[in-house]
């Protein structure tokens, strides 16, 4: 079976810097995948990291480490509307994708 | 706009009875996958299919059947539901061609909240 591990909260305030890693054991890889969730609404995609280092899209970065079989998604500048669920999603081949069970993330004022 | 429709969104229904969940995307892609999701589990697989009438089973495919006969459309039937099957579906399609683009960004739909009594 699959195993990807992230925590399943974390609590901030405004303005803070938020890291969620996503540790993984799985039958294939072929990249790391970052979703988003709003209160059980569609997931939408933040980033995806097929090789090793950071990926910057504003205010959200993913960094990737295969040999270490992890990866973190780091959000910057919290804002209220970060508060949402994130999802780590591990490529296995070209048509199968493996979901984390989520990091709900809470921004406080 | 580019998206993927679920209907129903909502939907009660007693054990046994069969139903469809449709889905529909208008960006013509090639790839479409089901997904549950369910407190504490994440999003797991149910099937997947890579191009018109090519399907295949993901993790959790027991109890559930899908077909594709047209690129746009990819339902999900449940033929004789049961209360396990009580969850939150999600459709998602993504170009296919490259791996990249496959694994680059996949679109959901809104999701069916589905419950068997």
């Known amino acids: 079976g699959q195993s990807l591990e992230q925590p399943s909260e974390v609590t901030a305030v405004e303005g803070a810097i938020v890291q969620i890693n996503c540790t993984y054991q799985?039958?294939?890889?072929?990249?790391l995948s970052w979703y988003q969730q709003h209160d059980g609404g569609a997931p939408t995609f933040l980033s995806y990291n097929a090789l090793d280092g950071l990926e910057e899209t504003g205010r959200f970065s993913s960094f990737l480490s295969r040999s270490d079989s992890y990866g973190y998604l780091l959000l910057q500048e919290l804002q209220m509307k970060d508060s949402a669920s994130y999802f780590c999603?591990?490529?296995?081949?070209?048509?199968?994708?493996?979901f984390g069970a989520g990091t709900t993330v809470t921004v406080r004022a | 706009e580019a998206q993927v429709t679920q209907n129903p969104r909502y939907l009660i229904t007693v054990t046994g009875k069969k139903l469809t969940v449709t889905c529909s995307q208008n960006?013509?892609?090639?790839?479409m996958s089901w997904y549950r999701q369910d407190p504490g589990l994440g999003l797991r697989q149910i099937y997947y299919s890579m191009n018109v009438e090519v399907t295949d089973k993901g993790d959790v495919p027991e109890g559930y059947k899908v077909s594709r006969k047209e690129k746009r459309n990819f339902p999900l039937i449940l033929e004789s539901p049961s209360p396990n099957q009580t969850s939150l579906y999600f459709c998602a399609s993504s170009s296919s061609g490259t791996l990249i683009s496959l694994n680059t960004e996949a679109f959901f739909g809104q999701g069916t909240r589905l419950t068997v009594v």
């Open positions: 799985t039958s294939g890889f072929y990249g």
């Open positions: 960006m013509n892609h090639e790839y």
């Open positions: 999603a591990v490529a296995l081949n070209d048509y199968k994708l493996s």
